[in-house]
């Protein structure tokens, strides 16, 4: 019995012993939302939204491609920052560093207002789902920056001597030595921030991005059906930030090379 | 011991009973009542950020005629239905058109106000009526939830719909000319324009008339034959037309110069 419930660190777990506890836990959930839920009185409506489940779909496709887009542009963003944030070239490191203070000091939301209703103004950036990847881009860009910048200066110091010693060019240190390293080290944080990208891209619906977030309000501004409307979108953001959960420890455990 | 037993179940008993008897004398229940604090004059914080507004007025003279302390409770628009079905508050007073498809969900009122839907155009939009902004190219600014935005989407099927939080935002996107129309009612339409006189135009001839009710709970018959109540002997005692005078009376000349009806 007890080995169904305990597991000292490092065991392999037995199939058993995970559907049980697997089980259990799910139990001790479904009692607690089913309480929550009959505490209310509440006319359940599920036929109102299906009949807008095409509205649904189209604002989880959105959100898809923004964070798509976002994704790989924040990570260019952060690589270019923190390279620059390491540059001997003065200007372009304080240019950097100003950068990551003021997007990290500063609310998304806010950031989204002032990016498009003053900043892409002034330019004529007219298109608001260019400005709200922009604006995604920009602002995990900036943490995904300190992030790869600590895992860069997290190299101990012997191993970049070692690297001069045998004669390897910044470049070639930087692609042979550093990056491995710092790659592996970087996947927990990074698929956190993608996961934090995809849950964000919901504050650009207060721009009137039509995306999962702002469609979801929609329906339920038509149909009064609240919860009916929402819990599909919970689902929904589960559907693509469980995938990354997933990919992040099989990366994990491809890259467990000893060190 | 047993002394102290008895003392304790005496005094365990006394306190029984008073609790008791306190629950027996209920507080009388305030009316809360739900709007949303964004729609000048109607529903309005003053300069302290107490809510105050032509709404305001109407929710605490009804609370006042049943006997009830009355509890603004500030909600986003499209959160008001739910809130009424959930309980949340009793009585929704926030200009809220009847429409039949609100009325599947809550109990209206008889009709307290009658307004129309107008546009807000951009400066150099040529359209002249609502059916000139129903092609591709065009961009309609709509507050989430309201008349105007269920309008759009059901009527204008060739122009793209703008979903908007806030009507400050949906202003903002025409005058920077971002959208060619808001879609919103008369008097606000009126007042956005006002202020925004450079980079705004109006067309203030109403496409789509409505008026204004109550929201109750559905089943709440007792409440609903009080609100409507109160409306009928409100109006008869010149309640509306002085709310009118202190809070609307500039709106009121210059739509009587413009030569449209004003209905409060």
């Known amino acids: 019995m007890k080995h169904l ?30 309480f929550a839920f009959s505490q209310l009185q509440y006319g359940w409506e599920w036929s109102a939204i299906w009949q807008y489940r095409q509205k649904f779909l189209q604002g989880w496709m959105m ?3 923004i964070s798509a887009a976002a994704l790989v542009a924040s990570l260019v963003i952060g690589l270019l920052t923190a390279l620059a944030r390491r540059s001997s070239f003065l200007p372009l490191r304080y240019a ?3 950068y990551v203070e003021t997007i990290r000091g500063t609310p998304l939301l806010v950031q989204i207002l002032i990016l498009f209703y ?11 789902y260019v400005v709200g990847i922009m604006t995604l881009s920009l602002f995990a860009g900036a943490y995904l920056a300190e992030m790869i910048r600590s895992g860069i200066e997290s190299i101990r110091d012997s191993q970049l001597e070692s690297a001069r010693a045998i004669g390897l060019t910044r470049v070639q240190t930087y692609r042979y030595i550093i990056f491995p390293q710092v790659a592996r080290q970087l996947i927990p944080p990074l698929t956190g921030q993608f996961a934090s990208i995809i849950k964000d891209s919901s504050l650009l619906s207060i721009i009137a991005v039509s995306e999962f977030t702002l469609n979801a309000q929609e329906v339920n501004a038509f149909t009064y059906s609240t919860l009916e409307s929402y819990l599909p979108l919970a689902v929904g953001y589960l559907l693509l930030t469980l995938p990354i959960s997933l990919i992040s420890r099989t990366l994990e455990r491809r890259f467990h090379f000893a060190t | 011991m047993r002394l102290r037993g008895a003392i304790l179940l005496m005094t365990f008993a006394t306190v029984l009973a008073f609790t008791g008897s306190a629950t027996a004398v209920e507080p009388v229940k305030p009316l809360i009542v739900g709007m949303e604090l964004a729609y000048p004059p109607f529903e309005m914080t003053d300069k302290a950020g107490k809510p105050s507004g032509v709404s ?53 009122s008889d009709p307290y106000l ?15 009526n609502i059916t000139d902004l129903d092609k591709a190219e065009v961009k309609i600014a709509v507050k989430k939830g309201t008349t105007g935005h269920i309008y759009a ?46 980079t705004t135009k109006v067309i203030l001839e109403p496409f789509q008339r409505e008026s204004w009710a109550v929201g109750i709970r559905k089943g709440n018959e007792t409440l609903k034959n009080s609100v409507n109540a109160f409306i009928k002997e409100f109006r008869a005692k010149g309640g509306f037309d002085q709310l009118g005078d202190r809070y609307l009376k500039e709106m ?7 030569g449209y009806p004003f209905f409060l």
């Open chain 1, 5 to 34: 419930l305990i597991n000292i660190d490092g065991q392999p777990v037995a199939v058993a012993a995970r559907i049980v506890s697997w089980f259990l836990v799910a139990l001790l959930a479904a009692a607690m939302f089913s």
């Open chain 1, 63 to 65: 959100t898809v491609i």
């Open chain 1, 96 to 98: 950097a560093l100003l």
């Open chain 1, 118 to 128: 003053v900043v892409a103004n002034a330019f004529g950036v007219e298109n608001r």
């Open chain 2, 56 to 108: 305001v007025e109407i929710a605490t003279e009804l609370a006042k005629s049943l006997g009830r302390p009355v509890v603004i409770q500030n909600t986003a628009f499209d959160g008001l239905i739910p809130a009424l079905k959930t309980g949340k508050v009793d009585l929704v007073i926030s200009s809220m058109t009847a429409t039949a498809e609100r009325a599947k969900s809550i109990d209206f």
């Open chain 2, 114 to 128: 009658s307004t129309g839907l107008c546009l807000l155009l951009k400066k150099d939009s040529s359209a002249k």
């Open chain 2, 153 to 198: 989407t059901t009527r204008l099927k060739k122009a793209q719909i703008l979903v908007l939080d806030k009507e400050s935002a949906a202003v903002l996107e025409v005058s920077q000319g971002k959208a060619d129309a808001f879609i919103y009612d008369q008097m606000s339409t009126y007042q956005n324009w006002q202020r925004n006189k450079a």
């Open chain 2, 252 to 258: 009121k000349d210059e739509f009587k110069r413009l």
